[in-house]
């Protein structure tokens, strides 16, 4: 049983680090295509189904041509076949394919790339730190998964330099938007909140299920506007992800937070019972 990075891409297993997507691929030389991360456990991913409609959608967003889901399943049976990745990412893209070196489009095919690879799971708590730079609730590409992340990339390096496990961006008008691969939630007099889609923010899966199971629970969560120095007097703060689930956050910047805080560790249990229960909600 392989527990090693496993690579597919249009149809077949590659060698992960040979070459094996064109040079001209669109993504490659302008971020043109779609992506999704599935949380792998036990060898199993996590929320699949769910991952597919907003790979459908992102695809959608961003005008390429209809998904084939079958091609998609295909490379990820490919991929977890003969694995035993007890935790770990299923990563899979979907580009315009070889395209024009500009940012215009032809009609070529589109490339389908599907990766797993072990992971460490995440730790118990984190830090986040805000950074100065915006996430733009106008953007053509708002609230798509698109493998244009260079900006999530800069923003991340810069978590990393401060020891924080996040980088938190607010929007163009100063409020709370998400993380660099993270939805941010916090507690205030114990209801929870969360900004909405119209902040500028992707719509992530283990957002949907905590705002689903926490309500089913008989939690208080609510999507509203906030103020990015929200984090600056909430009393807990907690961030969501498909290889996080729900973390407690202990520190924001200089600020710190306590991480066993109430309502964060009832959503913890809340959200790993459920999960436990159903590997695709
Ligand atoms: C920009 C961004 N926001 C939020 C998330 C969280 O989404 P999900 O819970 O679907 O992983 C991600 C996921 O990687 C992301 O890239």
């Known amino acids: 049983m392989s527990t090693t990075t496993r690579v597919w891409v249009n149809g077949h297993l590659v060698d992960p680090n040979g070459p094996s997507v064109s040079a001209l691929d669109h993504s490659v030389t302008v971020g043109d295509g779609v992506f999704e991360t599935a949380k792998i456990v036990a060898g199993t991913p996590f929320a699949l189904t769910r991952h597919h409609r907003r790979l459908e959608r992102s695809a959608a967003g961003l005008g390429l041509p209809p998904v084939d889901l079958g091609v998609v399943d295909a490379g990820v049976a490919a991929v977890l076949d003969g694995t035993a990745i007890d935790f770990g990412r299923l990563r899979y893209s979907v580009t315009g394919g070889v395209g024009p070196l500009g940012s215009d489009r032809d009609d070529a095919a589109l490339t389908y790339i599907v990766v797993a690879a072990p992971q460490t799971p995440p730790p118990p708590s984190g830090k986040l730190t805000v950074v100065p730079w915006t996430r733009n609730e106008r953007s053509a590409v708002v609230?798509?998964?698109?493998?244009?992340?260079?900006?999530?990339?800069?923003?991340?390096?810069?978590?990393?330099?401060?020891?924080?496990?996040?980088?938190?961006?607010?929007?163009?008008?100063?409020?709370?938007?998400?993380?660099?691969?993270?939805?941010?939630?916090?507690?205030?007099?114990?209801?929870?909140?969360?900004?909405?889609?119209?902040?500028?923010?992707?719509?992530?899966?283990?957002?949907?299920?905590?705002?689903?199971?926490?309500?089913?629970?008989?939690?208080?969560?609510?999507?509203e506007t906030l103020p990015l120095d929200v984090l600056r007097t909430a009393d807990e703060v907690f961030i969501t992800s498909s290889t996080k689930d729900v973390l407690p956050v202990h520190a924001v910047d200089d600020r710190e937070l306590p991480a066993d805080g109430p309502v964060t560790t009832e959503l913890q249990r809340v959200f790993r019972t459920n999960a436990e229960r159903d590997s695709d909600p």
């Open 143 to 223: 609230g798509l998964k698109t493998t244009s992340y260079a900006e999530n990339v800069v923003a991340l390096a810069r978590a990393k330099q401060a020891g924080a496990v996040e980088a938190v961006f607010g929007n163009t008008r100063g409020e709370l938007c998400e993380c660099t691969g993270s939805n941010v939630f916090v507690v205030v007099d114990g209801v929870v909140l969360t900004p909405p889609a119209e902040s500028g923010l992707l719509l992530g899966i283990t957002r949907e299920l905590t705002i689903e199971w926490g309500r089913a629970a008989g939690l208080d969560i609510r999507e």
